[in-house]
């Protein structure tokens, strides 16, 4: 008998419904994100930090041309599943906020933002939900959390989203900057853990043979959305470089240190300039700087502080291919 005791239990677990299951069992996802999308370029994304491990495999689900969601609190999961079938049917964000809400009976106890087809943005944040919890929704933009340590934070996320989308920064750099707004306005009341950012496009994946423009995830890290964006800045570097370029031509360093910045720096000592990359020494510094400017300076490039379209395309011809 006492053998058959975790079996009954994963039973039970089994055939209670999701909104039991989430309140019961599992822990309350404090969580702040961001669910956005741009209607020009086909891109829809969730970012997502928590004081829970992984919360990038949890909070988000998107679909390219069919919108995309963010589910947090006591976080149902079934939401993503749910609410995608509903934006397939062509329902707009509206319309599938009310279906949720109407057909969850642990519905106080959730948050969650939609954006569907034509980017319009619903959200909702259950009574029951643990404080500070609130959101913000904008153009193209809803911003959501539970257990901030105030609404400043969610306003700190929305006013950056928009002035990085004012600014023309590329996609998922405006999803990090909110993030990183939302942090340094308060966050999670409990502290950080884990974060993840999804973006979709139409074929915008691994040599356009599925949607998934970017899934990373920092599963458990002292500063999560720090190394997102490193990892981020890698990421891009290698299979959207085109898409990397700020609308001035530079390339963001938004990372301090990370695997472009020593290929960089090697490509750079290749070609005479600068030494290359040791296991210590992969920092966007002076140094590096300091041999990017001497490079463009020798090959009349435009003399700036960032790798440009142009110096970029002077090291791949002289010293491989720098993406």
């Not at 909702?124 to 539970?146: C, E, P």
């Not at 990183?180 to 009341?189: E, F, H, T, V, Y």
């Amino acid at each position: 008998m006492r053998h058959l005791r975790p079996l009954v239990r994963v039973l039970l677990a089994l055939a209670m419904p999701s909104a039991a299951y989430a309140q019961a069992d599992h822990p309350t996802l404090s969580t702040f994100s961001i669910v956005a999308c741009d209607p020009a370029s086909g891109f829809w994304g969730v970012a997502v930090q928590s004081r829970v491990v992984s919360a990038g495999s949890i909070v988000p689900a998107a679909e390219a041309g069919v919108g995309a969601i963010a589910t947090q609190a006591s976080a149902n999961v079934g939401y993503k599943r749910q609410a995608l079938e509903l934006l397939r049917q062509g329902r707009s964000a509206e319309q599938v906020r009310a279906e949720l809400v109407r057909t969850d009976p642990g519905i106080a106890h959730r948050q969650f933002a939609i954006a569907d087809r034509e980017c319009r943005i619903a959200a909702f944040t259950g009574d029951s939900t643990s404080a500070w919890a609130g959101h913000r929704t904008g153009r193209h933009y809803s911003v959501q959390g539970n257990i901030l340590t105030g609404e400043d934070v969610v306003q700190a996320m929305g006013r950056a989203f928009e002035r990085a989308e004012a600014a023309g920064l590329p996609f998922g750099e405006r999803l990090l900057a909110s993030l990183k707004a939302g942090q340094d306005a308060g966050g999670d009341r409990r502290g950080r853990q884990g974060a993840g950012l999804l973006i979709v496009k139409p074929e915008g994946g691994y040599a356009g043979g599925d949607d998934r423009y970017a899934d990373l995830r920092v599963e458990d890290h002292v500063e999560p959305i720090l190394e997102l964006q490193r990892v981020y800045d890698i990421w891009m570097s290698l299979f959207h470089p085109d898409d990397h370029f700020l609308p001035n031509g530079t390339r963001p360093f938004a990372a301090p240190q990370g695997l472009y910045v020593c290929t960089l720096r090697n490509r750079l000592a290749r070609a005479g300039f600068g030494t290359a990359a040791t296991a210590t020494s992969c920092a966007f510094d002076e140094e590096v700087i300091s041999a990017l400017k001497e490079f463009q300076r020798a090959n009349g490039l435009p003399v700036r502080p960032a790798l440009t379209p142009e110096t970029a395309a002077k090291l791949n011809e002289m010293s491989g291919d720098i993406r």
